[in-house]
């Protein structure tokens, strides 16, 4: 007597047991609830990890994102810092241009990048300016009685640029050693601290090598 199920082996399929339909995979077993569309767990010991663009499911062999910092400005929505604001990590070009832009707003705060790359950018320029005016004016030159070196007509036009320089940045640099102070939360008052000779200037050269401190943001204005 024929089987019915030889049609069934002589085709290569496996035959599914009586009342599963063909296709469908093994129920769970007794007391398991079936689970449908979820990824398949991972090996033994290997934990799961979640791709950003699977909005949320685990994915398996990926590394995890988690050590990525935050992105995106602490201030507005992709756009530049704004200038009341002190700018961390600034560059030269922008500390000087903040510098001239703040002229003698003694609001707000700098960061230490703001300040130094100013405070370099004006000594480098001082002291060439100061190297080639004594070539300049050594020509010509007299010495006092004292030791001290006159010198001579040369050194005139480089006397000027620097006379220029200094007062035309003195009341920039004000402001910008009080918003410094600020950044360290600190009051801008204490900048009266450097008209005491040696031990002033040393101390506000310690206070603005200081990192800044959340709570000087109350010094902060601002605009539209």
Not at 13 to 42: E, H, K, L, M, R
């Amino acid at each position: 007597m024929t089987d019915r199920n030889d049609g069934a082996d002589q085709q290569g399929g496996a035959v599914p047991p009586y009342g599963q339909p063909d296709g469908q995979a093994t129920p769970p077993p007794y007391g398991q609830q079936p689970t449908y569309g979820q990824p398949t767990p991972p090996p033994y010991g290997q934990q799961p990890t979640y791709d950003q663009q699977s909005h949320g499911q685990p994915t398996y062999g990926q590394q995890p994102p988690y050590s990525q910092p935050p992105q995106g400005p602490p201030y507005g929505s992709g756009g530049p810092v704004p200038l009341w604001a002190p700018l961390y990590g600034a560059g030269p070009v922008d500390a000087v241009k903040r510098f001239f832009t703040k002229y003698a707003d003694f609001s707000g705060r700098a960061s230490r990048s703001e300040y130094w790359w100013v405070v370099l950018a004006n000594g480098v320029l001082f002291f060439a300016l100061s190297i080639v005016g004594f070539v300049a004016g050594y020509p010509g030159s007299t010495t006092d009685v004292d030791g001290t070196l006159n010198p001579g007509p040369g050194f005139i036009p480089f006397g000027i640029v620097l006379a220029i320089l200094f007062f035309g940045t003195f009341v920039p640099f004000l402001s910008l050693g009080v918003r410094r102070l600020h950044d360290v939360d600190l009051s801008g008052w204490l900048l009266l601290i450097s008209l005491f000779p040696y031990l002033g200037s040393f101390v506000i050269f310690i206070l603005s090598l200081l990192g800044p401190k959340p709570r000087g943001a109350r010094f902060d204005r601002p605009t539209a």
